[in-house]
């Protein structure tokens, strides 16, 4: 009668769970569907430092490259001779010269003659002068030595013109243009005068008259402001009045 008995109270048990399962299910609230998830996008790949320095060097030399190129190209153009240099042939030989200088604008010139040489140097970038006078100078008792430097220089675009001789301790720079022709080149430039010890204007000019002859003149400012010549050097091309002569006697 016990086994009975127990059999019936599990079996009781067991039917109040069994219906109690489903109002424990139905108590349950459904929860709502989950959004889809975005799709994950890949890292982009971690370049290295180094890499990454590497590339910005990279850069930076094409950078340099094209400028050193066009600073070149810049610097061929100024270094390179061209037609003003041209003009100047005019002056390269060998030359007998006169010249006349005048101490006052109403006073009679002193004359004295001398030879003088003038060629290309630094590879037909300059014209290199040299004066040498006949005889010794009646005033300062030397004979006469000068040499001049002439060039056109590409990035002023103006002639250069420097003067030295044994007749003082200074120098003489002036800056110039020439006419369409090139055959007249008139330079401006500035000196201490020793007589005054003030800072004065020169201006000069030099005219191409033909192959064998070209003329270098000064001029100087008075006190009046007026501009008068003060010096000419008539110069002439060694054995060129010979030839002529002989060619005239045929």
């Known amino acids: 009668m016990r086994r009975n008995a127990l059999g019936w109270v599990m079996a009781g048990l067991s039917i109040v769970l069994l219906a109690a399962l489903p109002a424990a299910a139905d108590d349950k609230k459904p929860e709502p569907p989950k959004a ?30 094209a ?12 270094a390179t001779p061209g037609p003003h240099h041209k003009h100047l042939d ?10 006349k200088m005048w101490f006052a604008p109403e006073a009679p010139p002193e004359v004295s003659t001398g030879t003088a040489e003038s060629k290309w140097i630094m590879d037909g970038r300059y014209v290199q002068q040299e004066a040498v006078g006949s005889e010794p100078d009646p005033m300062m008792k030397v004979t006469f030595r000068g040499m001049g430097i002439i060039g056109y220089d590409n990035a002023r ?4 013109y420097t003067w030295i001789d044994n007749m003082g301790t200074g120098s003489l720079t002036s800056y110039g243009t020439c006419d369409d022709a090139g055959k007249v080149i008139t330079y401006r430039g500035e000196y201490d005068c020793p007589f005054t010890g003030q800072r004065k204007t020169s201006k000069s000019v030099h005219t191409i008259i033909d192959r064998d002859t070209h003329k270098f003149e ?5 006190p009046d402001g007026k501009e008068w010549r003060n010096l000419e050097i008539t110069f002439k091309r060694a054995g060129a009045s010979a030839a002529a002569e002989a060619k005239e006697g045929k």
Request: proline share 8%; aromatic share 10%; no cysteine.
């Open 36 to 65: 889809p998830e975005a799709p994950k996008v890949p890292d982009a790949p971690k370049v290295p430092d180094a890499a990454r320095a590497a590339e910005r060097a990279k850069e930076q030399a094409a950078g340099a490259s």
């Open 67 to 78: 400028d050193m190129e066009e600073m070149m190209k810049k610097w061929a153009e100024y």
């Open 90 to 99: 005019a002056l390269v030989g060998k030359w007998t010269y006169t010249t």
């Open 157 to 160: 675009k103006q002639y250069v």
């Open 218 to 222: 000064m001029y100087d400012t008075g």
